[in-house]
Structures are given as C-alpha cells and as structure tokens.
C-alpha cells in the first residue's frame, strides 16, 4: 500500500520561499493511471487545491496560485517537490500531498484522491 | 471555478442514526463526484468515487447518489467512528475544487 509523508520547515518568513518535499514509499511516482498533487487546509477552513504532476511531468496549477507555485518529481529519490514563492499569511497552512488515480474510457473519465499523507503544518511569520 | 456548496456544515446526531450530506455544484459535473472522510491529525480517506462508487475496503453503511449539479453522502446507520469531516470534491473541470465540509458528532 503506497504511503506519502510530506516533510519541510515548518516556520517560513513572509516573502520568502516555501519548499516541502512528499516522500512516496509503496509505489512507484512513476506509475501510470496516477498524477501526485500538493492540497493545503487554512486552520478552520476548506480543502484548497494546489496543483498536480503527472508522471509525464505535465503540470497544473489552481490559477489562484499558478504566479507563484511550482511542483515538481524526482524519479531517482521518489519523491514529490512544491515550492511556493512570496508567502504571506494567507499561505499559512496544513499541507498534503495526494496521489490522484484516473483513467478515462469511452469518453467518461474517473479520478479521485486515493492516497493522502498526514500533512505537514506551515506556519508563514516573521 | 466550480463551486461546491456542501449543507449542512455541521450535525450532531445519535448512533444509529441516518445522516445525510448534500452537495451542490455551481455547473453540471456529470457525476465527477467523490467523497472523504477526514479526521483530525489523520490523513483524509476516499469513500466515494464517480458519484456513487464504495472505495474497496470502505463499510456499506456509507453510500453516495446523484449527478449533474445536486449529490447525496449518506450514512445509513451512524456508528462512533465516524465522527469526522466530510468533503465532497469535483474533477469536472481544473481547478479540482472541494466542499467546505460538514463536520458529523455524534450525539
């Protein structure tokens, strides 16, 4: 059973870059029918969508963020990368990184969250 | 964007009982619907996919319906551990986007 384990400083100043990195174990980020994606919680609120890679290393980003955000995969380590330049506050955070498994056949297509990490807290603050 | 408005955003109820989330999406998803639960400190958990799909391993008493704009997440038979919170997300179209959740106690 694939396991993800995000990991990365938990205190970044304003303005500055944030880097957390999602260690997959079980599974190869290489596999296909799968794209990996970073999701951040604010405290007391919703699920926010970041972004995601597919193992082609084609990308998308939410375009609320897409100035500033960048993911990105390493194949020889397995693990999954997110940057965030110019955090604020607002970027204060629970972050996940996902597995999203999808196919599509006929023209109807499936995909869904199947696996998710615990999340790492970031905290943005002088 | 699509909008998805969960109601409500919180309920209390008793073991046992039937609960029921609803789900509304700003524009028609088809049935590009899925469902998590999730947990404080846990990491959250796919129970429904494609609208109406149990996720293997997932307990019955937990079921999903509908398509188009207007979806149901239903707990048939309330047991302790599933007090979480629960979110409905759509992959219609980029950016995925979720519910605002609907926190569930039990009573």
Not at chain 2, 54 to 82: C, K, M, N, W, Y
Not at chain 2, 94 to 103: D, E
Request: hydrophobic share 30%; charged share 15%.
């Amino acid at each position: 059973q694939v396991q993800l384990q995000e990991s990365g400083p938990g205190l970044v100043k304003p303005s500055q870059t944030l880097s957390l990195t999602c260690s997959v174990s079980g599974g190869s980020i290489s596999s296909g029918y799968y794209y990996w994606s970073w999701i951040r919680q604010p405290a007391g609120m919703g699920l926010e969508w970041i972004g995601r890679i597919f193992t082609s290393g084609e990308t998308n980003y939410n375009p609320s963020l897409r100035s500033r955000v960048s993911i990105s995969g390493d194949t020889s380590k397995n693990q999954l990368s997110l940057r965030l330049t110019s955090v604020t506050a607002a970027d204060t955070a629970l972050y996940y990184c996902s597995r999203g498994r999808h196919y599509c056949t006929g023209g109807v297509c499936s995909a869904a969250f199947d696996s998710w990490g615990q999340g790492t807290l970031v905290t943005v603050s002088s | 964007d699509i909008q998805m408005t969960q109601s409500p955003s919180s309920l209390s109820a008793s073991v046992g009982d039937r609960v029921t989330i609803t789900c509304q999406a700003s524009q028609d998803i088809r049935n590009y619907l899925n469902w998590y639960q999730h947990k404080p400190g846990r990491a959250p958990k796919l129970l429904i996919y494609d609208a109406s799909i149990l996720e293997a391993g997932v307990p019955s008493r937990f079921s999903g319906s509908g398509s188009g704009t207007h979806f149901i997440f239903s707990i048939s038979s309330l047991q302790p551990e599933d007090s979480a919170t629960y979110y409905c997300q759509q992959y219609e179209n980029l950016p995925l986007t979720f519910g605002g959740g609907t926190k569930v106690e039990i009573k």
